[in-house]
């Protein structure tokens, strides 16, 4: 039976079976994604690797908008909240890279993933929704388990590495503030092409005025695994799994979304240890049953009153 004019709560509507293996599925390609990045870097450098992969992706969504009769250019009062989000998007991506010039690898992952904490606390301020107790802690949980997994504190930090951090923190700020964006305004109402459209488009020229500044060129043509992986980001990652993710939002809770999040890094991690022979402990284990117990806690239903 369709949904589809059924009213959905101001927050959303609590995830169902088809919504969580989509997650888990966005999941496993966010975690492969992260060694695909780190795989292409000697040949294609950071803001032009993510440039020229928003344009890949943006030529995978104007033709399935085209495919799909979506009308990208029509009039809907989405413009302004579409460049702004387009705008953090961009900027995003430019923090998170310039970030990772100063902080390691594992750290960047840890508090990149402090996204759903301000997914759930923007949820709960503008988006009407109320976190139990346990939601809070099943937060609380998912990320200890994303740290524990990738060793962190580290001893050797300085304050270079606190700054690196902290670009990384902000760009986990302005990924839950483009996920709220897109819950709370007209794109919300948008469809998923048009909504993510405005933020691909966008972050092309600050991405070219990143690598820019930055001096980035390709001093030669790249092989052909680093230009598969360039295919796999801009087809598959940015142009279909981010339409995916954005089609969620629109339906589902926010926070409860995001909270999945946490299992991207773990992924990233078991990726590593079977493609680049990182090595593996049995921490990893730990922080595989914290996150998914924490997960448990966050999208646990609330017990029926009597």
């Known amino acids: 039976m369709s949904v589809a004019h059924d009213p959905i709560p101001p927050g959303g509507r ?9 997650m888990l599925m966005l999941c496993l390609t966010w975690g492969f994604n992260q060694i695909a990045i780190k795989l292409v870097l000697p040949e294609i450098p950071p803001y032009l690797q993510a440039m020229l992969r928003s344009a890949g992706a943006l ?7 085209v495919v799909r ?25 430019v923090l998170i890279f310039h970030g990772l010039q100063y902080t390691s690898a594992s750290r960047a992952a840890v508090f990149l993933y402090t996204a759903p904490f301000f997914v759930a606390v923007g949820s709960y301020q503008w988006l009407g929704e109320r976190l139990r107790t346990a939601q809070w802690l099943g937060l609380a949980v998912s990320f200890a388990g994303v740290a524990f997994a990738i060793g962190v504190p580290q001893a050797d930090v300085d304050a270079n590495v606190l700054l690196g951090d902290l670009m990384v923190v902000a760009g986990a700020v302005l990924w839950a503030a483009t996920t709220l964006c897109v819950k709370a305004t007209k794109l919300g109402r948008c469809p998923p092409e048009k909504a993510l459209g405005y933020q ?3 972050s092309i020229p600050i991405l070219g005025l990143a690598a820019w500044l930055a001096g980035e060129t390709i001093p030669k043509v790249p092989g052909a695994l680093t230009l598969s992986l360039m295919a796999f980001q801009a087809i598959w990652v940015v142009g279909m799994t981010f339409l995916i993710w954005f089609s969620l939002v629109k339906v589902y809770s926010a926070s409860k979304l ?17 493609i680049m022979g990182d090595h593996l402990t049995p921490a990893f284990g730990v922080a595989a049953l914290l996150v998914i117990a924490g997960l448990y806690l966050v999208n646990k239903p609330a017990p029926r009153a009597a």
Request: net charge negative; with cysteine; glycine share 14%.
């Open 200 to 202: 691909v488009a966008m």
């Open 59 to 65: 030529a995978v969504i104007l033709t399935i908008a």
């Open 69 to 93: 009769g979506t009308k990208l250019f029509e009039r809907d009062g989405s413009l302004p909240a579409g460049l702004f989000c387009g705008l953090m998007f961009g900027v995003e991506f």
């Open 14 to 22: 609590s995830l169902t079976f088809g919504a969580v293996a989509l």
């Open 258 to 274: 995001s909270a999945f999040t946490f299992i991207t890094p773990l992924i990233g991690v078991a990726g590593g240890y079977a």
